[in-house]
């Protein structure tokens, strides 16, 4: 069994700054993409931002140019930094992770509990 643990979220002002961080645990023997999807009230699940494992990274229209997504693949993390946060990226914020387990030939989508951002004067 895989566990993806989200940190990082709260309150901020829109124009502010949040970094989230989502560390996964395990029986591991390979992390392909990762990742951050978000959900806002009445909404359903979106991307944010993707990163393979080769480094290759995948933005939503709506978080270019703002979001930054980044992993560390020896301490099996993934980051997101969000600047110049805006009303509408109030969500919660879930980390993704397609895992390949130990003696497992097959992958696995994992998904982290998710972590509250609110962005809001």
């Known amino acids: 069994q895989v566990q993806l643990v989200e940190s990082g979220g709260g309150l901020v002002q829109p124009g502010g700054s949040l970094t989230l961080s989502c560390a996964a645990s395990?029986?591991?023997?390979?992390?392909?993409?990762m990742g951050w999807y978000r959900q806002a009230p009445g909404n359903s699940r979106e991307m944010a931002a993707i990163?393979?494992?080769?480094?290759?990274?995948n933005y939503a229209d709506s978080v270019k140019g703002r979001f930054t997504i980044a992993r560390d693949d020896a301490r099996k993390m993934v980051y997101l930094q969000m600047n110049s946060l805006k009303p509408e990226d109030t969500a919660v914020y879930y980390c993704?992770?397609?895992?390949?387990?130990?003696?497992?030939?097959?992958?696995?989508?994992?998904w982290g509990q998710g972590t509250q951002v609110t962005v809001s004067s």
């Open positions: 990163i393979s494992s080769g480094g290759s990274t």
């Open positions: 395990g029986k591991i023997f390979h992390i392909y993409d």
């Open positions: 993704f992770a397609d895992v390949q387990e130990r003696n497992t030939p097959s992958t696995s989508a994992y």
